[in-house]
C-alpha cells in the first residue's frame, strides 16, 4: 500500500491556514499555494536518489552529492493543478512537465479525459502529479490510470488538502502511489466538498465562479 505523507511543518502549516481563510483574496491565495507547493516539494523528493562525485573546492578537493537515478517529471491536473507548478519548479527548475486535462461528465458524475500532452521521456521520469484537492479521488485515479496506460510506473501525488475517502480510493486503485498532503481533512459532504476544505481551489486562484 502506498504510503500518505503529512507535510507538517510549521511553516507549511501556518501558510494552509491562510490558504483555507474565505477572506482572502485571489492575489494572496495564488501566492500562498505557490509558496506551500515549493515547501512540499522537499519533502516529496526527500528520497531522491545521490550520488557522489569529485569536487574542488577553493581550499580542497573533496566529495560532494548529486542527483542520480531517474529523471523528474510533473504532471498538474488542469486546471486547479496549474497552481502549484511554479512553486514546484522553482525547486526543480530541470523537471519536465506535461499536462492532463479532466472534466467531470455531468449524468455519469465520472471523471473524462480532454487533454494529455505528456515529455517524451515521460516514462524514464519519476512523476509528481499535482493537484490541491484530493476530495472524491476520482481524477487523481484517471489522471495516474492515463499515465500507466503510457508506461509510466513511477508516480506519486502532491495535494493540499484531502479527504479520508479520496485518499482511500487512491491507494486501493493505485497502491504504489504514495500521496503527500498538507492537510487530511475531516470528511467530505454530500456535494462531495472537502470539510473543512478550502472551498473550490480553482476558482479560488483564478477569480472564477
Known amino acids: 500500500m502506498g504510503k500518505l505523507v503529512i507535510c507538517d511543518h510549521p511553516l507549511i502549516q501556518h501558510k494552509l491556514t491562510f490558504i483555507r481563510d474565505v477572506r482572502t483574496n485571489t492575489k494572496d491565495f495564488r501566492e500562498l499555494v505557490d509558496e506551500v507547493a515549493t515547501l512540499m516539494a522537499y519533502e516529496i523528493t526527500r528520497d531522491v536518489e ?8 577553493p581550499v580542497a578537493a573533496t566529495q560532494g552529492k ?20 511554479d512553486g514546484v519548479v522553482k525547486l526543480l527548475p530541470a523537471a519536465k512537465v506535461g499536462h492532463v486535462g479532466l ?6 458524475m465520472l471523471p473524462v479525459e480532454y487533454y494529455t500532452k505528456l515529455p517524451t521521456d515521460v516514462t524514464e521520469r519519476q512523476l509528481i502529479v ?43 486503485a493505485h497502491p504504489d502511489v504514495d500521496i503527500y498532503v498538507a492537510a487530511l481533512d475531516d470528511r467530505l459532504d454530500d456535494h462531495g466538498y472537502i470539510v473543512p476544505g478550502l472551498g473550490d481551489a480553482g476558482d479560488r486562484l483564478y477569480g472564477t465562479k
Open 50 to 57: 545521490l550520488e557522489s562525485i569529485d569536487v574542488q573546492t
Open 66 to 85: 548529486v542527483i542520480s537515478g531517474r529523471m523528474l517529471g510533473l504532471v498538474p491536473i488542469l486546471r486547479a493543478g496549474l497552481g502549484m507548478l
Open 103 to 108: 472534466f467531470r461528465d455531468p449524468e455519469t
Open 130 to 172: 499535482i493537484d490541491p484537492m484530493l476530495a472524491t479521488g476520482g481524477s487523481a485515479i484517471a489522471a495516474i490510470d492515463v499515465l500507466k496506460k503510457r508506461g509510466c510506473n513511477q508516480i506519486k501525488m502532491m495535494n493540499l488538502v484531502a479527504a479520508p475517502e479520496g485518499v482511500k480510493a487512491v491507494q486501493e
